[in-house]
């Protein structure tokens, strides 16, 4: 099986520039990377902050970009959405729960829970009780290897100013995955506009590059906080039933070489 992992894509109002970027060019330019070498990808997950202010016109253009992607998609939101717009503007989204948008999607070789860790006017997240409950209970009730997928992280990352909008209070959900280890083979995250990989108690955990700026790794020990122009990319994430894997694919024009 194989999947696409984007996030981070900070769509804005027509014409609007995140940090001297174009948001809505570097997405198109990603969607026809995808569509040309990844066609066959059975699902595309897109781990929030879809756009950047959380508005109605914001979620159309977003749709008119991703109405382009050879394959379905589903969306989670990130810190800078907002949940009421963007169940608006993808109204025949499957989304569960009417406080959350939590989503179970089912595949041939594994359950995906794609999370909310949306909490209003906040750039960390959180999983309440409530929230905690349905994973619970979907991971009980799934008799196949679990891949989940939501925006903050819930894994210390090593960079500080990023660490301190992390998800809130991780403990309980670490603890639920871990009475759950070996069901649930992977963690893919959002938010750090970076690769990083780590492993906790048997568990994978992951993100991508964002789709337009990324986040520098200059002064991280510092707490300091810098964008980056630095290439945006996607994920393919390959799972045989056991073994996940994980590719970085930037998505910019580069050379190809016959080898």
Request: charge should be negative; hydrophobic fraction near 40%.
């Amino acid at each position: 099986m194989k999947l696409i992992q984007v996030s981070d894509t900070h769509l804005g109002e027509p014409g609007e520039r995140v940090f001297g970027l174009d948001p809505a060019a570097a997405l198109e330019q990603c969607v026809a990377h995808i569509n040309a070498h990844h066609a066959d990808a059975a699902l595309c997950v897109v781990t929030g902050d879809l756009v950047n202010a959380g508005t109605g016109s914001e979620y159309a253009g977003l749709k008119r970009v991703l109405s382009r992607l050879a394959m379905p998609y589903r969306l989670i939101p990130g810190n800078h959405d907002a949940r009421d717009a963007l169940k608006a503007g993808f109204p025949d989204m499957r989304l569960e729960g009417k406080d959350f948008l939590h989503q179970s999607v089912e595949t041939p070789d594994a359950t995906l829970l794609l999370l909310d860790t949306h909490e209003p006017g906040k750039e960390s997240g959180r999983i309440c009780d409530g929230r905690l409950a349905w994973i619970e209970a979907r991971l009980a009730e799934s008799a196949k290897p679990v891949l989940v997928f939501m925006h903050h992280p819930p894994v210390a990352i090593g960079h500080q100013a990023m660490d301190r909008m992390p998800l809130r209070n991780p403990g309980p959900f670490l603890e639920l995955l871990g009475r759950h280890r070996g069901k649930v083979r992977h963690v893919f995250f959002g938010h750090v506009h970076r690769p990083f990989f780590t492993v906790l108690d048997g568990i994978g955990y992951s993100s991508v590059p964002g789709t337009c700026h990324q986040i520098s790794l200059i002064g991280m020990e510092r707490g300091d906080l810098y964008a980056s122009s630095e290439p945006g990319g996607y994920g393919v994430i390959l799972f045989d039933g056991v073994r996940v894997g994980v590719h970085m694919q930037a998505f910019a024009d580069a050379a190809v070489f016959d080898v």
